[in-house]
T-cell receptor, first 112, second 115 residues
Framework: DQQVKQNSPSLSVQEGRISILNCDYT??????FLWYKKYPAEGPTFLIS?????DKNEDGRFTVFLNKSAKHLSLHIVPSQPGDSAVYFC???????????FGGGTRLMVKP | DSGVTQTPKHLITATGQRVTLRCSPR?????VYWYQQSLDQGLQFLIH???????AKGNILERFSAQQFPDLHSELNLSSLELGDSALYFC??????????????FGPGTRLTVL
């Protein structure tokens, strides 16, 4: 049972345009969500997070939106840059805070 | 650089063998987590240690075991290896193992190939 799902395995966008990466979850007990970015041959690195008491969190070019009723979150990158090309994972920590449940990842390719 | 180190970077071995993966957490971090990333399963939590004690177990096979030593480094032992154990194994560390979320910092991973 996949509690966190990313239904798009890949996404290709033009440099300067908006990238929108989506994530759905089934566990209504999740109250905090994170996005990680992963380059080849490196470990995932934290990008941005959102608490369930908010519906939006912004950090520079990155904005995460949370729709609790739909159990859906999305990551917007504006404007997209070639250096953003990576695999993006959404994740949620367990209530005990000691394990992350990850989605399957979306590979983003930003074309110059 | 996350500050988390993992050795070796690559490991190639045969079915039935046993290997040990090593992780050194960031300076001062007491928690170590192990995750497995296989092609068809994504990133899956295996086990969490806090200050030498096991705190939580995920989908970790009985053939796998881990420990955290007094100097806080951790080892993941994989035995009776099967082809399906081929994966990337990531270690992450965080400052504490408290009930609220503490950011986890990931190492670069060990790529295990079982032939």
């Amino acid at each position: 049972d996949q509690q966190v799902k990313q239904n798009s395995p890949s996404l290709s966008v033009q440099e300067g345009r908006i990238s929108i990466l989506n994530c759905d979850y089934t566990n209504s007990m999740f109250d905090y969500f994170l996005w990680y970015k992963k380059y080849p041959a490196e470990g995932p690195t934290f990008l941005i997070s959102i608490s369930s008491i908010k519906d939006k969190n912004e950090d520079g070019r990155f904005t995460v939106f949370l729709n609790k009723s739909a159990k859906h979150l999305s990551l917007h990158i504006v404007p997209s840059q070639p250096g953003d090309s990576a695999v993006y994972f959404c994740a949620a920590p367990s209530n005990a805070g000691n394990m992350l449940t990850f989605g399957g990842g979306t590979r983003l390719m930003v074309k110059p | 650089d996350s500050g988390v180190t993992q050795t070796p970077k690559h490991l190639i071995t045969a079915t039935g063998q046993r290997v040990t993966l090593r992780c050194s957490p960031r300076s001062g971090d007491l928690s170590v987590y192990w995750y497995q990333q296989s092609l068809d399963q994504g990133l899956q939590f295996l086990i969490h240690y806090y200050n030498g004690e096991e705190r939580a177990k995920g989908n970790i096979l009985e053939r796998f075991s881990a420990q955290q030593f007094p100097d806080l480094h951790s080892e993941l032992n994989l035995s009776s290896l099967e082809l399906g154990d081929s994966a990337l194994y990531f270690c992450a560390s965080s400052a504490s193992g408290a009930s609220s979320y503490n950011e986890q910092f990931f190492g670069p991973g060990t790529r295990l190939t079982v032939l």
